[in-house]
């Protein structure tokens, strides 16, 4: 019995190179001893725990001030508050007020004020411990070097970039007054200002083709001065740049480079994604990699980055340094079943959870490791193996199994199936053929699939589990008899 090794996602642009899937699931590395190097766990489900109504509310963005969610749903700004009443939790949806259009928007907070930005469009501010409590920006100032685009919050200070090649600062603690002569730009590369990122307390302005750090001497004037430090990587879409603890990620490249997903590390850019994702971005238009963006969160010991195209989620786990993919079943306009991106459109954590948004509607849901399903609908997981073959001669397969944690049924589905097809031209799969994967209790089922077939040339296995219920994939093995 050969040990198939479990990988991250890496579809080639040759499919006989690499065919392999991760879709929602991920690869966990054991720190101890274990079946094998690697596992494989289902990403996690979504329950819901409050909505703003079931007609399409796309969101927009949300933040999390002094604990407490604030998010854009459709064109109603909202913040959220949970209270216990005769020991259950309630959680009430509180309209703060009107942002008008479809764009997604950038949030940042001072402690007492959160500013919310439409990229180009106007800016708000809320502020619970005044009158009004949701104003607009309205001081000339703050339009006077451009049409605002993306604000962050570091020292102080609200800054925003702006369309113009300058990056502008707010009075200190204060988004409602700005001036007119309370710009930066950037110096190294004068090239278009994307978009700001605040990390270890250091400002970096991402232009199109290259990266440059500033830092707040604190002097009079414009503060924020360059540190010296410039990035030869721009940014190509403005909210794909995230924080991640100790640094940030972002989707960019330099000059006559196409996108890519790279970290900083130490002063350096590294890339981050492998080139079967690369291929992927760089087949998107220039229009759907811009309106990509990040998400990040850390749950059971493991660090998740996603980066949101258009048509595409792709999460990158930290602690593993490897990919998968993320996709929703939703019910189309239609009334048919339709596969898409995950449909998260924000995330963030409060009240002791991880709370989601939602692209399709108003609903709010929490991730949750111990929920099998988003909302209602099924979360179908696919793998893969890598392309096995003999070394150009013909070969058999007498054996497969596929350790899992068994006996994981429950209410929903007593009695969960595991399915495997495989591929002889890495394109074209056979009919499934399931195996259970055992009823609650039920903890020693094995997963054994006898006289798998012959194979002139190569062979791909794929599996595919779309029951509700507990994920947990821990070795693959595989007997090949060569040369029949």
């Not at 996602?9 to 720190?31: A, F």
């Not at 707040?216 to 740049?241: D, E, H, W, Y």
Request: glycine share 10%; proline share 4%; hydrophobic share 35%.
């Amino acid at each position: 019995m050969i040990n198939i090794p479990l990988d991250g996602q890496y579809q080639s642009d040759s499919l006989s190179v690499s065919n392999q899937l991760n879709i929602n699931c991920y690869i966990n590395i054991p720190q101890t001893q274990s079946f094998s190097q690697a596992n494989l766990f289902g990403t996690f489900g979504v329950k819901e725990i409050s909505t703003t109504g079931l007609v399409r509310q796309q969101n927009r963005g949300s933040h999390v001030k002094n604990g407490k969610p604030y998010f854009l749903n459709g064109e109603t700004l909202y913040r959220q508050d949970l209270a216990t009443v005769a020991g259950v939790e309630v959680f009430t949806n509180v309209a703060l007020g009107t942002i008008a259009g479809t764009k997604r928007v950038s949030m940042s907070d001072n402690g007492t004020q959160l500013m919310v930005l439409i990229p180009g469009g106007n800016g708000y501010i809320v502020n619970e411990d005044a009158s009004p409590v949701f104003q607009q920006i309205t001081d000339v100032d703050f339009t006077a070097n451009g049409a605002p685009q993306y604000v962050v919050f570091v020292d102080s200070f609200f800054v925003v970039t702006t369309d113009s090649k300058k990056f502008i600062k707010s009075a200190s603690n204060d988004g409602l007054s700005w001036n007119a002569l309370d710009f930066g730009t950037a110096e190294s590369d004068p090239d278009t200002i994307v978009a700001p990122i605040v990390s270890n307390n250091r400002l970096y302005i991402g232009g199109s083709e290259g990266t440059e750090e500033f830092q707040n001497t604190g002097a009079g004037g414009f503060p924020f001065q360059r540190t010296g430090l410039f990035i030869p990587k721009g940014v190509f879409a403005p909210l794909s740049m995230i924080d991640i603890g100790n640094t940030y990620m972002w989707i960019g490249g330099g000059t006559n480079e196409e996108a890519a997903i790279w970290q900083l590390v130490g002063s350096s850019p590294v890339k981050v994604s492998n080139t079967a994702i690369d291929s992927k971005i760089q087949k998107f238009s220039q229009d759907d990699i811009k309106a990509a963006f990040a998400y990040s969160f850390s749950k059971n010991g493991q660090t998740f980055v996603g980066f949101t195209f258009p048509q595409l989620t792709i999460e990158y786990n930290i602690v593993s340094n490897k990919w998968n993919e993320r996709k929703s079943q939703i019910l189309n306009s239609k009334g048919i079943t339709e596969s898409i991106r995950w449909r998260v459109n924000s995330l963030i954590t409060a009240y002791g959870r991880l709370l989601v948004f939602d692209s399709q509607d108003g609903r709010i849901g929490e991730l949750d490791p111990e929920t099998y399903t988003e909302y209602e609908r099924v979360i179908i997981r696919k793998f893969s193996t890598f392309t096995i073959f003999n070394d150009e001669s013909s070969f058999t397969i007498p054996e497969i199994e596929l350790t899992m944690e068994s006996g994981v049924g429950n209410a929903a589905q007593p009695n969960p199936q595991i399915r495997m097809s495989t591929s002889r031209d890495d394109k074209k799969f056979n009919d499934p053929i399931p195996r259970y994967v055992g009823a609650e209790g039920d903890n020693e089922k094995r997963q054994i699939w006898k006289r798998v077939g012959r194979f002139p040339r190569m062979c791909i296995c794929l599996f595919e589990f779309s029951d509700p219920c507990k994920f947990a994939v821990l070795k693959l093995g595989m007997r090949i008899r060569g040369g029949v």
